[in-house]
Structure formats: structure tokens, C-alpha cells
């Protein structure tokens, strides 16, 4: 007689993401996260977190980190989180967070953290100087995403092996505690033509918020005149646009550009290709910053709607903290059952 096999748990589908509060939000938040977020919330419940635990693992001045957890918090909305719908909070108000997270640095194993690609660049040569915090600043990302069993994750493609590390512990949590199924394997969602955005001014480099030049960026927060003064100055070749994708192999800049106009407006590059082939950038980068700035404009002019109120915003995280930590209460629960804790 063969046993019949065990049927596959299932979890309620769930979406949880969030963002560092360090600087102003970019281009490469918005086209590789922040957009599918407003998305999903039409398909499932989501839970969208502004990760001030994460950020404090380098240094961030109090009153900054105060100041820029609010403008995560205004942006999110500015762009479209439904804070009724979704939940909408920052994470040090959860303390479910960082007690996952001490049991996850037990679950990890060194040689797992050792091969993050992200700390080795943000540590560079600094290694021994680094935060631990830095190091197993992963560990806090799963315990994010399996605080609450979520398993849907949109993020950009640099968090692709983070979230990976976040499926080799729960894999890892649910085989040790003999709990077969407690931990869902979340599915990172990485789509669309942004999900690795350039900076501007070397197509072989991320987009970033630590980028020292203001132009390798554009930011949430950039007037129209900025976001025109950027995409002018924004580096290409001197080859006319192609008319297929294979023609921009070996131009960078190119395909950045061309990913960047896809993603504002909503299409695929090839789309994009098919009305622009031929054309020069000075064209093409004209058409280029009225997309930009029809986008992004009435984003940063919500944002500052919303930051001339602080205290309706802070209000707001915390009524979406009580419902973040009213879902992850039960999870919690069972996990300090499972780990053997007693109370
Ligand atoms: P963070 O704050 O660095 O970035 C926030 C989101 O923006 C995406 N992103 C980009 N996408 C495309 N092109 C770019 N140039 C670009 N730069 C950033 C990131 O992939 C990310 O989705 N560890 C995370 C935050 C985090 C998290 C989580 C995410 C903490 N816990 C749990 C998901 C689930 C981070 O540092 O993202």
C-alpha cells in the first residue's frame, strides 16, 4: 500500500514589501516596486511596510530617519497605497519583526549569509566595520515576510537573492521544528520593463539612493524643472534609436532610457521601439521628460500635501501598526509553540 501523498498546504495569498527610509524614494523605487504594489492591491491583501529597522543598520541621524520614515510613509500613498485597503505602517512599531528575526539569526547559517551579494557591496572594504546588523539584515527581511506569512513579495531584481534566503529559512524553520508547511515559500514578483533601473549617468550601474551624484537619479521629489534637467543631461550614444531590442545590445544607456519611458507608461520596450525607431535622443529624450514629469509631478505635489500634516501621518502608521501586529499575533504564537518557548 503506498501512502497518499500529503496534500500541499495552503495559504491565504498575501503581499508584503517595504523600503528603507534613507533619502528621498527614486525612479528605481517606483518603476521596480512601488508601481506593481498599487497594482496588487487590486488582486489580494497587502501589507506595505516602511523598514526603519533595516535602515538604522548604518548610521542614520535620529531626527533624519524621524523625517524621511514620514516621506516613505507620504510617498507610498502619493503613488497610490490605499491606506484603508492595504496596511500601511513602519516596522519598528512591531516588535514581531525583530523577535522572528533573533530566531531566524538561530535558523541561518553563516555560510547562507556569507554569500549575500548586497552586504559585500555595502560593507566593501569597511567589512570589519560594518554593523552586524548590516550582516544579518536579511534574517530581518524574512522575519518581515513570514511574520505574517505573506507570499507574495514585489520587489526590484537586486532583492532576488535576499528573498531567496527568505525561502531557504522558512524551508529551513519548517524541517527543524517539525512543522511541515507552517512557513509558505514566498514568491518574490519581479515585472515589468524597471525592474532594474540604471543610473543616469552609467548604464552599468544601479540606480541609487547613495549614487554622490544628484543626476544618476531622479527623485520623487523633483520639480519639472529637475526631472528636464536630468533626462537632458542624462548619458547615451550617438546612434539614433533602433527599431528592434536586439539593437540596443551593448547600449546601456539606451536600454535604460527605453525601460524607463516603458515602465511610466505602463508598456513594453518593444512598443516603445516600434513608435520611436530612427529617432534621435534629443527627441527622444524630449518626449521622454513630459512622461516623466506628467508622472512624477503630481506624485512629489501629493507627497507634500500630505507631509504638511506629520501628525496625521504618524496617527496613520499606527493605527496600520495595530492591524500588522493583530495579523502576526496568531503566526507568533504558534512559533514560540514550535520553538519552545514557554508563556
Ligand atoms: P530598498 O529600500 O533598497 O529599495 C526599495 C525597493 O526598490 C527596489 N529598487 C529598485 N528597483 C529597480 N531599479 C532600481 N535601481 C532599484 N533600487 C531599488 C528594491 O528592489 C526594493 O524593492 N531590503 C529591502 C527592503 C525590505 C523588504 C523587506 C522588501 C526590507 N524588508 C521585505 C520586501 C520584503 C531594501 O533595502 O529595499
Redesign the pocket.
Known sequence: MTDAPTPEPTYEKLV?????P?NT?????Y????KNWIRLQEQMPCIY?V?DM?AITVWQDPVELRRATREVAAAYMAAGVDPKRSILFN?SQVFAHAELAWIFNCVARLGWLNRMT?FKEKAGKNRENSSVGLYV??N??AA??LAYK?TH???????KQ??EL?RDIAQKFNVDFGAPGFFPQPEPVITGP?????SLRDGSR????SDESEYSRINLTDDADTILQKIRKARTDPEPLPSDAKGLEGRPEAENLLNIYAGLADTTAEQVLSEYAGAQFSTFKNALADLAVAKLTPIAGEMQRLLAHPDEIDALLKRGAERAAERARPIMADVRRLVGFVG
Open positions: 508584503f514589501s517595504g523600503m528603507q534613507t524614494l527614486h525612479l528605481g523605487n518603476l521596480g516596486a512601488l511596510c523598514v533595516h516596522q548586497q539584515y536579511p530581518l527581511m518581515d515576510i505573506a513579495v514585489p520587489v526590484g531584481e537586486d532583492q535576499h528573498l527568505a524597471g525592474t532594474r533601473v540604471m544601479k540606480m541609487s539612493k
